[in-house]
C-alpha cells in the first residue's frame, strides 16, 4: 500500500471516529435534555402544588421572566412575560407603597428583602404571598432581582384567626382582657378609662338561665360597640364587665358624656323568646392625667362602685387623685 491510500484509509478510521463520537455526545446532550425537561416537569408539578414560583426582573429593562406558579398566582397566562407596570396594578395601593418602598432600599443596599402582602389577581380573586428576592450585582452595579412567590393566603387566615382567639372574646367579639391589659399599660396622659359594670345581670342568670344571660352578654355587646363606635377599644375583662379606652379625653368630659349614653343604652328592654329581659349598667370613669399610671383602673373602679352606691344606672368620674403623681409601672386589677 502506498502512502496515499493509507493516509485516505487513516483519514476514513479518523472520520468513522469522529462521527462515533459525535453521534455519542448527541445521545448524551438529547439525555440530558430530556432529564432536564423531566426535572423541569417535576419542578413545575410541585411549584403548582405548593403554590410556589420562580420570578427574576432584568433592572435595566425592567422586564420580568416568572415560572407557571407566579403566573397562576396572578392570575396570568402561562408563559406570559408581564410588564412590571401590569403586575403592580394587582397589588392595593398600600401594599404597592410598601413593594416599592422595600424594593428600592434592597437595590440601594444590594441586599435582599422578604415581604408578606396581599394581591388581587387579574381575574378578582384575593391572596396573600411571600416575596423573598436578592440583588445580583455586577460589581457594584446592581443587574438583577430574582427570588421566589408564594401563596401563604391559608398560613394568613390561620395566623388571623390565632391572632382573634388570643385577643378576643369568643362570646362577645368584643376585645378580651389580655388585649385591654396590652392597650391600658400604654394609654397616653390625654387617654381616659370607663369602667361598665351590668345591673341586674345576676337576675337574668338565676331567672332564664345561662343561655338567656350569654344572649344578654352578647346583647350589652353589641350596644355597647354602637354607644362607643368612636373609642379606642371597647373590651370585656370579665362575666359582666367592660372597659373602654379613650386615648385623647385630657380632662374626661368625653368620656363623662359617653358613660351616660351607655347608660341610657342599656336601660332598653331586650326581648330573649317570648321573655322581655330588664338589665342596666352602672359607670365607673377616669382620667389618666389625674393619677399615677398604675392607679387608673383602681381609680376608674372606685368610680364604679360609688355609681353602684348611688342607686346604679348611672356614672360617676372619679374625682382626681392629688396625692399621687404620674411616676411608676402601670397594674391591671381589682
Not at 484509509?9 to 432536564?36: F, G, P, Y
Not at 367592660?242 to 347608660?263: E, M, N, Q, W, Y
Not at 332598653?268 to 321573655?275: D, E, I, K, L, M
Request: aromatic share 6%.
Amino acid at each position: 500500500m502506498d502512502a496515499a491510500a493509507a493516509q485516505r484509509t487513516a483519514d476514513a478510521a479518523t472520520i468513522h471516529a469522529l462521527r462515533a463520537e459525535l453521534a455519542l455526545r448527541n445521545d448524551l446532550i438529547q439525555s440530558q435534555a430530556a432529564a432536564l425537561a423531566w426535572d423541569r416537569a417535576i419542578f413545575e408539578q410541585a411549584s403548582t402544588a405548593a403554590r410556589i414560583g420562580l420570578w427574576e426582573c432584568d433592572l435595566a429593562s425592567e422586564s420580568l421572566r416568572w415560572s407557571d406558579g407566579v403566573c397562576d398566582l396572578f392570575e396570568f397566562p402561562r408563559g406570559t412575560r408581564p410588564d412590571r407596570s401590569e403586575t403592580l396594578n394587582c397589588y392595593p395601593e398600600e401594599a404597592r407603597r410598601r413593594l416599592v418602598a422595600v424594593r428600592t432600599e434592597a437595590i440601594a443596599k444590594r441586599s435582599g428583602f422578604t415581604l408578606d402582602t396581599e394581591i388581587v389577581g387579574r381575574l378578582g380573586s384575593p391572596r396573600w404571598i411571600r416575596i423573598t428576592a436578592t440583588v445580583e450585582c455586577r460589581g457594584e452595579v446592581p443587574m438583577r432581582l430574582f427570588g421566589l412567590k408564594q401563596d401563604i393566603t391559608f398560613e394568613k387566615l390561620q395566623s388571623d384567626r390565632a391572632r382573634h382567639r388570643a385577643e378576643f372574646d369568643y362570646l362577645t367579639g368584643l376585645a378580651n382582657r389580655a388585649l385591654f391589659e396590652s392597650r391600658l399599660a400604654a394609654i397616653p396622659q390625654a387617654g381616659t378609662l370607663l369602667l361598665v359594670d351590668l345591673d341586674g345581670f345576676k337576675q337574668v342568670n338565676d331567672t332564664h338561665g345561662h343561655a338567656a344571660g350569654d344572649a344578654c352578654l352578647r346583647e350589652a355587646a353589641r350596644r355597647l360597640g354602637e354607644a362607643c363606635h368612636d373609642a379606642d377599644l371597647v373590651a370585656r375583662i370579665g362575666g359582666d364587665e367592660f372597659a373602654v379606652l379613650l386615648a385623647t379625653d385630657p380632662d374626661g368630659s368625653l368620656g363623662t358624656a359617653l358613660g351616660h349614653r351607655i347608660v341610657e343604652a342599656m336601660r332598653a328592654p331586650f326581648v330573649y323568646g317570648t321573655a322581655s329581659l330588664s338589665f342596666g349598667a352602672s359607670v365607673g370613669v377616669a382620667c389618666a392625667s389625674h393619677c399615677a399610671p398604675g392607679d387608673l383602673f383602681h381609680l376608674a373602679d372606685n368610680a364604679l362602685y360609688a355609681a353602684k352606691a348611688a342607686g346604679r344606672g348611672t356614672a360617676k368620674m372619679a374625682a382626681p387623685d392629688l396625692s399621687r403623681s404620674r411616676h411608676g409601672e402601670n397594674s391591671v386589677g381589682r
